[in-house]
């Protein structure tokens, strides 16, 4: 069974960093284009950041570029997002998501950002 679970999420205040981590099983990481997608409250889901299969390309949406850094290690089957100088409206769910010819969703995990 695919699985793919975000982890590393919780509550931090403006200014500070986080870093999470999305274990993936059950198909072929290693060609696998991954991204990491978040929801906001009340919506839709947003992609932020997308890293190739190999992990030598990475694109990420201009608000948060320069402070959030994709990566992999497909060694460990695992994708990080390493977040800094976080900010109130970075709030929301993330997930890990991504394809080797077909789709997967990954669970997600909250990240809080408030004084």
């Known amino acids: 069974e695919v699985q793919l679970q975000a982890s590393g999420g919780g509550l931090v205040q403006p200014g500070g960093s986080l870093t999470l981590s999305c274990a993936a099983s059950?198909?072929?990481?290693?060609?696998?284009?991954m991204t990491w997608v978040r929801q906001a409250p009340g919506k839709g889901p947003e992609c932020i950041s997308i890293?190739?299969?190999?992990?030598?390309?990475?694109y990420s949406i201009d608000s948060v570029k320069g402070r959030f850094t994709i990566s992999r290690d497909n060694a460990k089957n695992t994708l990080y997002l390493q977040m800094n100088s976080l900010k109130p409206e970075d709030t929301g769910v993330y997930y890990c998501a991504g394809s080797d010819g077909r789709a997967y969703w990954g669970k997600g995990t909250q990240v809080t950002v408030s004084s």
């Open positions: 059950g198909f072929t990481f290693g060609s696998a284009a």
């Open positions: 890293i190739t299969s190999r992990g030598d390309d990475t």
